[in-house]
């Protein structure tokens, strides 16, 4: 087989595609060395390495927040974990969905969006995914900020915690949160291997600092018994179930970033299954761990000093043992920065230079994430549990959900898996539809996000930024459906827009060649581990 003036198409025997010679690619403009497709060779990361990545990624104080919320909003430890543990399950589906892209093609989420946004188009979902991810990196780097605020706190004395207020803020709670935005900022600027080899080293020790505040809660309580005699605020009736579905989309939510992006991580994936199969392990298990943890520590707190702390750090800050909340404190920074790299660094720096490929590489693209993360005030988004769950992560999820409802009817029905990998890098190539834009996703995106968060509201007793009667009223039920509404919603108007028109114009030339046998300048499918 000859390769053409495009590069020839080789499929290896585990489904694994990449071009033969991909030198071409790189006069086009919509390329960069990053957003390059990855070699098969160098697809190798583990069951293990995708273990590990979602025990970094899940394993930070947000993630603990998030069910120490939930306690704080009235559920008792069962009802939270319940809602925690059904919500990651749902959110695995369409991560797996779109991961399988990655490891097929080698490509990342910006890439891949072009198969069905376009060329140009796909900086929309890309950029909506960046600036969502920026916002977390913000909010990750100031809780890690204020873990390493009150660490130096009980090592320093109380001049360190006690210093000038600016801003509303001790002057040494910015330092500390400059300080640790720093540090990140050189990580990153070293590349993706670096943030894997991150990874790997910390995922075994980030659990460390959270059971080490469980202990001491469970000691000074008294055991699991006064914990989980707390029967909650709700109740099992119609307070519990009114609150019931906001909560499991704000958890859904929270992974939904990552049910976007996941194949910027899974295009280094030595097969589908071994990806697969690190996911399915991780995901689940390390967030029921962390909900666990944070569930019985914050019930635990309430024990002890009468209130709901739902903040790990601030909570550690009461314990009277100095070296205690120092090495719990110090495990909780490093699981921070495991989590902030991969969930909400890699995706935007990929994004943003998917914008601008040849001025944007993937370290300038970490900077602009962490400068983007500072002016979005994350400070205020982690003020109030009510405003972290139902507002932040309620809204963001409707508006990834019709994103992913895009992708996934695009991929797995309209294309059935196969894409043309050179025809995504080309300039008014296949992918061009009409100007570097496909109408049908845009009209599909707008449509479900309506639809998901038109109704957005404050619930009443809360403090949020929407009217109690919703921006659009007659809309204010779905709301509560957020995430489900514009997945669902944006998958069945791209699908109505698409399956009739089979045209030319509108749809890549699929066909795949099969690679042939070993030879000179040939690749062995048989030789690639699966």
Partial sequence: MEPTARGTQLVHSDGRVELDDPGFLKSSRFYNDELAPVPVSK??????NYFALWMGMAHNIPSYGLAAGLIVVGMNWLQALITITLANLLVLIPMLLNSHAGTKYGIPFPVFARAFYGTRGANLAALLR???ACGWFGIQTWVGGEALYIIIGRLAGSGWKDSAVIGGQHWTLWLSFAVFWIVQMLIIWRGMEAVRKFENWTAPLVSVGFLILLGYVLIKAGGFGPILSEKGKLGWGPDFWKIFAPSLMAMIAFWSTLSLNMPDFTRFGGSQRKQARGQILGLPTTMTFISIVAILTTSGGAVLYGEQIWDPAKLADRFDSPVLVVIALIALVLATISAN?????????????????????????????GIIGVLIQPWRLYSDPNIYIFTWLGFYGGLLGAVAGVLAAGYWVVRRTKLDLAGLYEDRGPYWFTGGWNWRALVATLVGAVLAVGGAYTAEGTSGPFPADGLIPFLKPLYDYSWVV??????VVFLAFSLPSNSSADNADNKEEVSEPSGPGRIDPAAVDG
């Fill in 341 to 369: 790299l991969a969930a909400n660094v890699v995706s935007p720096s990929y994004d943003f230079s998917n914008a601008f490929p040849k001025k944007i590489t993937f370290a300038i693209g970490g900077l602009i994430t």
């Fill in 130 to 132: 960046a600036f969502i």
């Fill in 486 to 491: 514009g997945l669902v919603g944006a998958f």
């Fill in 43 to 48: 697809r190798t990361w583990s069951t293990y």
